[in-house]
Nanobody
Framework: VQLQASGGGLVQAGGSLRLSCAAS?????????LGWFRQAPGRERDFVAA????????YYSDSVKGRFIISRDNAKNVVYLQMGNLKPEDTAVYYC???????????????????WGQGTQVTVSS
């Protein structure tokens, strides 16, 4: 599978953005657990959120819990990240990722994730 992220931009603190990540390839989209990571300048890549194959389970980092929502549309081969109440510290390049094993890979061994999309920049001004 290949992943293409979009939807980043410049937004004021307190605002909202929705990121999308479209998948293409021969394997079924529903074969994959999907997730989002972010990397701010000078910092390591951080886990943001992940969603199970059917969307029945989701997992969030503490820093975004209650503000961000991850969802997926298996019919459209797209995973979304709805970001609300954005803060300047949310500024980063956001990456989508896919793996056919489990959500645990996203939270414990992200370097082992099979597929990464290109990033999309999110900038939150104060």
């Amino acid at each position: 599978v290949q992943l293409q992220a979009s939807g980043g931009g410049l937004v004021q603190a307190g605002g909202s953005l929705r990121l999308s990540c479209a998948a293409s390839g021969r394997r079924a989209f529903s074969d994959y657990v999907l997730g989002w990571f972010r990397q701010a300048p000078g910092r390591e890549r951080d886990f943001v959120a992940a969603i199970s194959w059917t969307g029945s389970s989701t997992y969030y980092s503490d820093s975004v819990k209650g503000r961000f929502i991850i969802s997926r549309d298996n019919a459209k081969n797209v995973v979304y990240l709805q970001m609300g109440n954005l803060k300047p510290e949310d500024t980063a390049v956001y990456y989508c990722a896919a793996d056919d094993r489990s959500i645990a890979v996203f939270t414990t061994t992200p370097n082992d994730i099979e597929v990464w999309g290109q990033g999309t920049q999110v900038t939150v001004s104060s």
